[in-house]
Every structure is written in C-alpha cells, then in structure tokens.
C-alpha cells in the first residue's frame, strides 16, 4: 500500500528474519532484534500480537522498521494505570504501542529521522489502530534525539508527548584499562571503588562470567522475584518461561555474572553483549545480604570492568538507581512516550498521562536535579 510518492509499507513476518536484524544491527538495538520481538510475543508476561512493518522507498531499500504490539494487558503497564489513572473505571486497553515497557528503548528503527518518514511511519500505526480497535496508541521509551525533532509535529497530531524514564549510559570507549576509566572519577568516588574492592577481597566473594546463563536461570528467578517484590512491583515481571525463552534465542549474546561466597549465590546479573554495547538487563539480589557484601555495587563494577576488558563503547544501565549509576559516570538519556487515543477517551487519557509523565520528572528531578530538555 503506497502512502506517499517515495515509500511504501509493507507488514513483516518475523518467521524469516534474517534481513531484519541485517538492517537492525546497523541502526537499531538489542530490542529490537527479532529474537528479543518473538519473546515479547510469546512468552513475556504482557499479552500482546505483533503488527511488526517496515518502510521501503522507491529503490526498494528498507528505510525504516517499526517493532509494534497491540497489548491486551501488561503488569508494567497495569501500575502505571492503576496508580495513575484518574477513574478506577477508566481501562485503556487493547494498547497499541512501539513497543512497550519491557525494553530499554523503543520506538521505530530508521536510517534517516526524517519528518516525511515520520508521518508515513505515525500514519500507518494509527491506520493500524482503527483497524484493530486500539482505544491507545503511540510509543514509548523513545531516546529524547530521536522523538525530540518531531515533538511539535506529535502535539499538532494530537498525541501527548511526555518524559517517562531516564537511561543511564556510561561511555567508555575512550578506556583501555578499568584504571583509566577509575582515574576519571571524583576523588570520593575512587576511594568508594577501593573500599568496595578490598571488602569484596577480604569478605572472599568470587566473581564469575558464565556463558550459559540457562545454568543459573532457577536461582535468577528467585532473586528477581525478590527484587521486583522489594520494589513492590507486585508481580512476577519475569517469569520463568520468559527467561528460558529469552536465554534460548538469544544465548549467543547474552552472559550472566554470578555474585557468590561459599556456596551462597549473592546476585546474578544477565547482560546482553555485543561490539558496541554492553546492556545489564536484568538483577536479581539477596536482599538479606546486600548491605552486608554491597552486592548492587560489586555488580556494578564488574559490569564496567568486563565492559572495558571486551573493548565495548558504552554501558547502557537502564533505568532506576540513577544517584548510584551517576556516582559511577553513568549521564541520563531521556526516553520519552507519545500516546494518542480514541476521542472518547481524550480528557482520561490527556489527565492520566500528564498524571504519569510528572511524577516521572519530579522523581529524576529529586535525584538527579535538573536535566536540560525536560520540563520542571
């Protein structure tokens, strides 16, 4: 179906995906990857049909994909609507989003951040919309570049476009050495290294990077249950299935850091590695013991030294703990959401959102102060 002069849309089914993930590992990200995309699908924890497309211009080449769900329900999703909605009554769902809020980014992958590409891109989702009978649509977890040039064009649109979280990103592709990058730190900083480094010495706390992370994935789930209960997410974000098919499709990419004295696991966390990037996805901690072997910060550290050992450029943190990952380089990258919706639905949704978006920025703000691009 030709929606302009020089592109067209064409559906894509992620069977055969080889020509997708050429394209993504030039321009996209681990989340968008078409491993990462049928997980989601099929075995995460938000219910939800993939409406994947690509743009194609008039040579034929591939300009643009667009990872897109309609969510049917969603635990991350199901928090936000719950403490933020303005009517116990208000249900938003079916949600058509690119791509949720289980990745670190999302939005559309594209070699050009075009406006006339943009409006073949937000055309065809709200095209798709009506068609499924989405009461929600839009993107989410989008990098501040990225939706920032076409903020006035979304607002005209109709859509609410607002800050929803912070990735913290820690460069380190100047860094040869774990002491060149300690040497870049504040003085303060540098001593906190040493103590934790001495401590974890002292207290014999083994460190070790296992390739076969499907050796560890009963243990992570207990810990991760502990973490999300601890943060009273009130659900398991990661279920055991979802981890298996995660580890299974994606192997390959991924290592898990096991965090451990004697024989008692402290922490384990699961990474996505490539050239470029190192994506600490997941952790799950004992809590019983965190204070007393300063497990989050051991993890931390290792992450960075293991990061630099294998010449990547950056440490993509995610989002949360921003004080800490500050503390340790980490600079935030605004990801932001833009949500459109049925008419019916405009004064709850426009009042949610707003709801929701401020008590995102009042949280960095708390932390971090004030972040350039981000309204106060």
């Not at 480094?197 to 502990?226: A, F």
């Not at 997410?233 to 990419?253: A, Q, V």
Request: proline residues 5%; neutral net charge; charged residues 20%.
């Amino acid at each position: 179906m030709a929606l302009r002069q020089t592109y067209t849309v064409e559906h894509v089914d992620l069977q055969e995906p080889i020509w997708w993930d050429s394209f993504n590992d030039e321009n996209g990200t681990v989340f968008s990857s078409s491993a990462w995309l049928a997980a989601l699908e099929r075995t995460s924890p938000q219910r939800a049909q993939p409406f994947h497309f690509r743009v194609v211009n008039s040579d034929g080449q591939t300009v643009a994909l667009c990872p897109l769900f309609l969510i049917e329900q969603c635990p991350r999703f199901d928090a936000f609507i719950q403490q933020f909605r303005p009517s116990k009554e208000w249900n938003p769902y079916p949600i058509l989003v690119s791509q949720g809020l289980y990745s670190f980014a999302g939005g559309p992958i594209s070699v050009t951040n075009s406006r006339n590409l943009w409006i073949v891109l937000i055309e065809h989702v709200e095209n798709i919309a009506k068609e499924v009978g989405a009461r929600v649509w839009g993107m989410t977890n989008v990098p501040l570049p990225i939706i920032g040039p076409h903020r006035d064009f979304l607002v005209e649109r109709g859509y609410d476009v607002g800050y929803l979280s912070s990735d913290m990103q820690l460069d380190i592709a100047a860094f040869e050495t774990f002491s060149d990058y300690r040497n870049t730190l504040s003085r303060h900083m540098r001593r906190n290294i040493n103590y934790f480094d001495n401590k974890r010495l002292r207290q014999d706390i083994r460190l070790h990077w296992t390739e076969d992370p499907g050796s560890t994935v009963t243990t992570l789930n207990l810990l991760l249950r502990q973490t999300t209960g601890k943060h009273q997410h009130g659900s398991d974000l990661y279920p055991m299935e979802f981890l298996m098919d995660i580890i299974d499709r994606m192997g390959p990419s991924l290592a898990c850091l096991v965090v451990s004295r004697e024989d008692t696991v402290l922490g384990i966390l699961l990474a996505f590695f490539s050239t470029r990037t190192v994506i600490p996805w997941a952790i799950g901690l004992d809590y019983s013991l965190l204070k007393t072997y300063n497990t989050y910060h051991v993890a931390l550290l290792e992450t960075i030294r293991e990061s630099i050992v294998r010449g990547a450029q950056t440490v993509q943190f995610g989002r949360g703990s921003y004080i800490v990952k500050q503390r340790y380089g980490a600079r935030p990258v605004p990801l932001f959401m833009a949500l459109g919706g049925i008419e019916a639905d405009r004064l709850m949704r426009q009042e949610w959102f707003a709801n929701l978006s401020s008590s995102k920025v009042q949280g960095i703000v708390a932390q971090l102060g004030s972040i350039p691009d981000l309204p106060q």
